[in-house]
């Protein structure tokens, strides 16, 4: 690497303490060791969760400190994660700095409701969208659906399709002749479904075809308290445990007690939950929204269902939980993790994007 270009990069996004998605990726990118690609990144958190007034006077001092390093340090690229709402707002002025100083500028598109979002605000804010995605160096999107998404709102926009991707583990989920432990993973929040799950979980109950299924919901969120009541009125509260937000060890250990993994959202990306679920070789029951279609393929590695439909989700959960379906659908999940969502690949076409826009060559 002697002689060769430091490319400098300044990423932008959620502080460390705000849970989901966006910031299990972020984390991921900066645990990289970029300094062996001759990359330097510093990082600079844009978002930290609270009232309305802290998040904009931890904006404030975030953007003051951005545009000092912009003076002193000169990054070669500002790398931004950003999803909709005032996530966008606070990205567009960072955008400004990025163009003000001639730096290019790299918008990674998390927003599973970007899409929606886009439709409900007013022409001023589509215009500014239209602008972002017009001017970024480069627009990441999680997949082929995102792509199209972005490229129908402004057909000039550099779309560049980056998946998530896990780590693979060495271990894989087991077969239980005792029980079938499902699995859900994330914020509890109406967006997620997990009210039609528990739906589902109470129909196969009263139908007598729940046999060894169980619920763990590994997650917090503002729905929490009415899922447990839901659970109490239904006499769910034997089969269905909440966990509580699980990281590191803990939700490995969870993913690696269970069989079955189940997202049955109404919206989504390409969520990390999903792509850490198929690593470990679980079949995953979830809903053909966004790039999940990409992670689950329907009959080979798991189901796909429309949202909001507890029946076919009942019904995909019990045929699941037969071991021969399981065996066959777990080999799949793993072997395409293998294949398609491992980290090399992510990293190689960061890399090349940073180079690209940078205007380093190899």
């Not at 002193?72 to 950003?82: A, K, L, N, T, Y």
């Not at 001639?102 to 598109?109: M, N, R």
Request: contains cysteine; positive net charge.
């Amino acid at each position: 690497m002697a002689g060769k270009k430091m490319i400098r990069v300044l990423m932008c996004g959620n502080h460390p303490s705000n849970k989901g998605g966006m910031t299990s990726v972020i984390s991921q990118i900066r645990s990289y060791d970029w300094e062996k690609k001759n990359i330097k990144m510093k990082f600079i958190p844009t978002f930290y969760p609270g009232n309305t007034i802290i998040k904009s006077l931890y904006f404030m001092l975030s953007y003051i400190r951005i545009l000092v390093i912009m003076v002193f340090w000169r990054p070669d690229i500002v790398h931004m994660h950003m999803s909709y709402k005032g996530s966008f707002h606070r990205k567009f002025l960072i955008h400004r700095l990025c163009r003000l100083f001639g730096i290019k500028d790299i918008i990674h598109l998390h927003g599973s409701e970007f899409e929606k979002w886009y439709g409900e605000v007013n022409v001023q804010t589509k215009e500014k969208i239209r602008t972002l995605l017009r001017e970024s160096g480069a627009f990441f999107v999680l997949g082929e659906h995102w792509k199209k998404v972005v490229e129908t709102i402004e057909p000039s926009v550099n779309a560049v399709i980056l998946r998530n991707a896990v780590p693979i583990p060495e271990d894989m989920v087991k077969w239980d002749n005792d029980r079938c432990q499902v699995l859900y993973m994330g914020v509890l929040i109406p967006r997620k479904g997990i009210d039609i799950l528990l739906r589902a979980f109470c129909r196969l109950k009263h139908n007598g075809k729940l046999g060894k299924l169980c619920l763990a919901i590994a997650g917090t969120g503002p729905e929490e308290a009415a899922l447990k009541t839901y659970c109490r009125e239904n006499g769910l509260e034997d089969i269905v445990s909440f966990c509580g937000w699980k990281s590191g060890k803990e939700k490995a250990e969870l993913i690696r007690e269970s069989q079955i993994a189940v997202m049955p959202s109404y919206n989504e990306g390409l969520p990390i939950a999903v792509l850490e679920e198929i690593s470990y070789g679980m079949p995953v029951i979830a809903t053909d929204v966004g790039d999940m279609a990409a992670a689950v393929r329907d009959g080979e590695n798991g189901y796909l269902i429309r949202p909001g439909q507890e029946e076919p989700l009942a019904e995909k959960l019990a045929e699941t939980a037969e071991e021969e379906c399981f065996s066959r659908m777990s080999r799949a999940s793993r072997e395409l993790a293998e294949r398609e969502y491992s980290q090399d690949l992510f990293f190689e076409k960061i890399v090349d994007n940073y180079k690209q826009l940078s205007g380093v060559k190899d």
